[in-house]
């Protein structure tokens, strides 16, 4: 197999290193003569490797001790619900930045639970900026503030945390491990494990114990934080094989110098990227400067005609999934810590040569 860079938004490219890893030991994992999915969730061999994952993952974020982590299932957009569904805690009311898609499910969900207060939105200027925080209206009322730190279609992401007196919910699922963050910040942190962490069928959650355990007994109990956090994730058989995937994925983040390496890398590979689509009239990127996202690079070409053109090219040039959103047309290159800078550079020579022959 020839090398190609991946910049799928999701399911992502994983490490290549990962991956070698994961197959030479898939067949047999540990001594346990099986393999790694073959295995009980509650023998010691898969007990070892979850109790790894977790601590890598809580030294790579610095995490509090007083915050649980929960490896959970049902993607990010399980936890739309569990957010109302766990910190509402009595109130009737929670405050929604509303900067993309993701951002617009997530309230879509809320308000089956409570009133959902939108304290700032982005859609009049098509999710390509974020107004400034002293203009946010938030609602004295509401429990909690939710928002979005990377939006992940329209390539918007926050590089500011909002100081706000409640607690914060963030989804983080484009955007976690790619740089260092202030965890004691947040109320509770989620992510889908599919952009920056590992497999799909994975999410995890950061949560502030103060905030468990209150949940009207109606609710279904495996959507009460506190069912898993009192049970180690193991209510019910978890996802073993992304959970312990995550957990190589770990180790290769630390390996390469934990966050605030991946903080310089992402950063170079984002503006690197940019640069190549400003310096041109060919390509454009509509987001406003401060928000670009450095994981998810939307780019319009100049005539919509040759988008057709330029996704078989990039790909018969081993630069794969290239295609933007329905919703933003056009291209997205989305660039999580798994991808090299050497793949970010040949996506720009290749842009280059394409704007040669085309532009
Ligand atoms: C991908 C994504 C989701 C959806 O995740 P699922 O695991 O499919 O539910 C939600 N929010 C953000 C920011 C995403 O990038």
């Excluded at 994983?14 to 898939?26: A, C, D, F, G, Y």
């Excluded at 963050?181 to 920056?196: E, L, P, R």
Aim: charged share 20%; with cysteine; proline share 4%.
């Amino acid at each position: 197999m020839t090398q190609a860079y991946n910049f799928s938004a999701g399911p992502a490219m994983l490490p290549r290193e990962v991956l070698l890893k994961i197959q030479s030991e898939l067949l047999e994992y540990q001594n346990s003569k099986a393999s790694v999915m073959e295995i009980s969730h509650r023998g010691v061999d898969f007990m070892e490797a979850a109790e790894k994952s977790e601590q890598d993952f809580r030294e790579l974020l610095s995490i509090p001790e007083n915050y649980k982590v929960l490896f959970l299932q049902g993607g990010a957009s399980a936890q739309f619900s569990m957010v109302p569904i766990n910190l509402l805690r009595g109130g009737l009311k929670a405050s929604y930045a509303n900067t993309g898609h993701w951002s617009v499910k997530a309230i879509a969900e809320a308000k089956r639970y409570c009133e959902v207060n939108v304290c700032t939105d982005s859609t009049e200027n098509n999710f390509t900026n974020i107004d400034d925080f002293q203009n946010w209206d938030i609602d004295e009322d509401a429990s909690y503030l939710h928002y979005t730190p990377n939006e992940t279609i329209a390539g918007l992401e926050f590089d500011y945390i909002p100081e706000v007196s409640i607690p914060i919910a963030a989804d983080m699922s484009s955007t976690i491990l790619s740089r260092p963050i202030d965890v004691s910040k947040f109320g509770v942190i989620y992510a889908g494990a599919q952009k920056n962490i590992g497999p799909s069928g994975l999410t995890i959650v950061i949560v502030r114990e103060d905030l468990i355990g209150d949940v009207v007994k109606q609710q279904p109990k495996l959507f009460d934080y506190s069912t898993q956090a009192h049970n180690d994730s193991m209510f019910n058989t978890p996802a073993t094989f992304p959970w312990y995937a995550a957990g190589r994925v770990f180790e290769w983040v630390k390996e390469k110098g934990g966050l605030s390496a991946m903080q310089t890398i992402n950063k170079a590979k984002a503006e690197s990227l940019y640069r190549a689509i400003d310096s041109s009239d060919f390509y454009s990127n509509p987001v406003s400067t401060r928000y670009r996202s450095w994981m998810n690079v939307p780019f319009l070409l100049a005539d919509d005609k040759l988008n057709i053109t330029f996704l078989e090219r990039s790909k018969e040039a081993g630069l794969l999934a290239l295609k933007g959103h329905r919703s933003v047309g056009g291209m997205r290159a989305s660039i999580y810590n798994a991808m090299p800078k050497e793949g970010v550079e040949a996506l720009i020579n290749f842009m280059n040569n394409f704007e040669k022959d085309f532009g």
